[in-house]
């Protein structure tokens, strides 16, 4: 385990800023770990870059809009992106989970009767406003036995302090020093070597190799036809 204070200590030597056993000063550990988590941020944006999907369940009520975020109706770090959004009715025994379909900006744009009702949803649509993003159900569900499920990769926070211990998968070490090696480097008048580039954005590639998923292929059923199927034999 390593704490912040080790990634950045060791991006300075990566600079020749500091010698090996030499102890950074206050001012370096701090514009270090501001730099750190800066890139933290950014990183935030890249989904490859995300290392774990969390599932985060709430009750669905009349209603169709509901707060994502911290603080908000689903009590998660605000996510940037959603895998899924299941619907679970608790009427049964055990409870059902239903996968309810994605829309897009222009799907959802071309919904007329944003208003209308049904006992349960079909589909869900999510605007990343900020601080707290916006998850909309169609139609309005109206019965009173639901709840969400929500699927969204959850991305690291931002380090509190220097002495924060950094607990990451494999890969993610190596990916902060080199990167804030680099990032660090026009602060101290240092060059970045081709070296470091290279190690920086290798570093990043492992840890998207390390980070991507397979997925599901599906189609709407109604591009598919009227059964939802197609035979090879028949091209029907």
Known sequence: MAEVRDIVTAALRELGVKAAGEVITADEADSGLEELNRLVDQWAGERLLIHRVTRTTWTISATQNYTVGTGGTVNVVRPVYLDHVNLIDTSTDPDQETPLTPLTDDGWAAITQKAATSTQP?????????????????????????????????????????????????????????????????????????????????????????????????????????NGGYDIMTDR
């Open 122 to 226: 079909t589909n869900w649509y999510y605007n990343p406003t900020f601080p707290l993003g916006t998850l909309s159900l169609w139609p309005v569900p109206s019965s009173a036995t639901l709840q969400g499920a929500l699927y969204a990769p959850q991305q690291t926070s931002e380090f509190a302090s220097l002495d924060e211990v950094i607990s990451l998968p494999p890969g993610y070490r190596r990916m902060l020093v080199k990167n804030l090696a680099r990032d660090l480097a026009p602060s101290y008048g240092r060059p970045v070597h081709p070296e470091l580039k290279e190690e920086a954005i290798e570093s990043k590639a492992t840890v998207k190799r390390n980070n991507y998923r397979p997925s599901d292929l599906s189609f709407d059923a109604a591009v598919l036809g009227g």
